[in-house]
């Protein structure tokens, strides 16, 4: 698209309830909104390991409108080892202004003290594919990586599972952070909750 194009694209441009929820999930786990002219507008970034691919290409599906270019691969040179990545970014636009408001703080990211409204099953499913997984193949136990976020703040995550959607869990510190632990007996509660929301690729992170 040429920029007069794209300008005008973006007029026709709005979230919808879906991509809103989407977005909530996203940005708990590895998305990132980044702003290019100090917060009038923001985009959406996307980026995962190829072995995610399945993933990635269902975000973008959910976020195609907003997309000028399909995911693509980047490489990586870490320590001397090669990896592969897989990324979209949206266009930058004024509908994600108010989640970066939430959700950051001096280009720092926070949990927002509103997140009890704004989470909803389907904002979990998304956070749970980013940043969940089992705590080993002979336990029922789930966990959430949360190491980004202080504290309090992983407390009050914690608070919004169990009073919302009655699921108990606690507090985990690892050397990098702390992680939200899922019991073995909410589990199920829990599937229920995400369950239908869960792409087959990632199905494995739950099952």
Known sequence: ????????????????????????GLILGDGHLETQNKGKTYRLKVEQSVNKAKYVNWLYKNFDNFVLNKPKIKQKIRNGVATKNILFATLSHGSFRFYAQQFYVNGKKVVPKIIGKLLTPLSMAVWFMDDGSIKSKFHKAKIINTQCFTKKEVLLLMKILKDKFKINTKLREQKDGYQIYIFSESVDSFKKLIGKY??????????
């Open 1 to 24: 698209m040429y920029s007069k194009e794209i300008e005008a694209h973006k007029k026709t441009l709005s979230l919808n309830k879906l991509q809103r929820e989407i977005l909530i």
């Open 198 to 207: 869960m792409i087959d690729s990632m199905r494995y992170k739950l099952d």
